[in-house]
């Protein structure tokens, strides 16, 4: 595996190259990665990694100092999984001066759910992702279902600046006991990480409920917040949504049996923890 970190030699590598796989992420790999990169090689030759700990999608009280990074065991990762390139720029490669030209995504889709708790995360988010396409300009890139909203509103950028790059999602890779992969499980204590898969649970209930017909969904994502709370944790948004633009569904999309889906986020201790299911 070829370890670069300037976009100018990365291109050099790159040159010609029409079916590059794309996994961009922010290290600290886990399973959950590792499945996104078998799933990129299956869609494209060369797969193409990246690592960098994106500082624009970080709000100031958040955890970009104290984000995992652990770099060596990644590379020993990638190159088991038969990873062609390893893109690993710093912050002075990727923003040699101020990255001031910025990738807004749409309030509709931005502002909600995990942007209303994170304000200007997604803007971080489109503006890194915009800026390693160009640098890697991949055929296809992979992202995990896991963070949602992050892949819609990815998959909807591409489209309307139609981008050559198709947006693949891959599902979301979970333990034994439910919990979803996540570089921030991490941070939680033993006692917490038993705790963890009630997040998993909650979706579940929610969706067990609207699949018996409980079409209240207010009262169902109340009740879902009221019950982690019970058990001492501090829900931001347990949120039932239309799959295809992420807004509340209406009595009538209910009615009409809209695709679903149910989104959650919620702190156990100091730990802020996301996670979704398809109804
Ligand atoms: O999902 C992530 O790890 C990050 O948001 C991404 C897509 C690598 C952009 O920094």
């Not at 040159?15 to 029409?18: A, H």
């Given at each position: 595996m070829k370890i670069i970190s300037t976009i100018d030699e990365l291109r050099d590598q790159l040159?010609?190259?029409?079916r590059t796989a794309f996994v961009p992420t922010m290290g600290n790999l886990h399973e959950g990665h590792l499945s996104l990169m078998r799933l990129a090689r299956k869609h494209g030759d060369p797969v193409v990694a990246s690592i960098f700990v994106n500082r624009l999608q970080f709000g100031p009280n958040e955890d970009f100092d104290k984000y995992p990074r652990t770099f060596q065991a990644d590379v020993e990762k990638l190159e088991k999984e038969g990873v062609y390139v390893l893109f690993a720029p710093t912050e002075k490669d990727l923003y040699p001066e101020p990255q001031e030209y910025r990738v807004q995504p749409p309030d509709m889709l931005g502002n909600t759910l995990e942007g209303e708790f994170r304000p200007g995360f997604f803007n971080g988010v489109c503006t890194v992702v915009t800026k390693l396409f160009s640098c890697v300009q991949p055929r296809v890139a992979v992202f995990g279902k896991k963070d949602y909203q992050q892949l819609m509103i990815v998959r909807n950028m591409a489209r309307q600046f139609a981008l050559p790059t198709e947006i693949i999602g891959a599902e979301t890779y979970r333990a034994e006991d439910g919990l979803a992969l996540s570089s921030r499980n991490m941070y939680l204590s033993a006692e917490e990480r038993a705790e963890a898969p009630a997040l998993y649970q909650a979706l579940n209930f929610v969706a067990g409920e609207m699949r018996a017909g409980h079409l209240d969904i207010f009262s169902v994502e109340r009740d879902a917040m009221d019950q982690l709370a019970k058990r001492g944790w501090k829900p931001d948004y347990i949120s039932i949504r239309k799959r295809i633009d992420l807004q509340p569904p209406s009595a009538g999309d209910l009615a009409q049996g809209a695709p679903l889906v149910v989104l959650a986020a919620a702190k156990l201790g100091t730990t802020r923890l996301i996670d979704n299911l398809e109804i």
């Open positions: 040159r010609g190259q029409l």
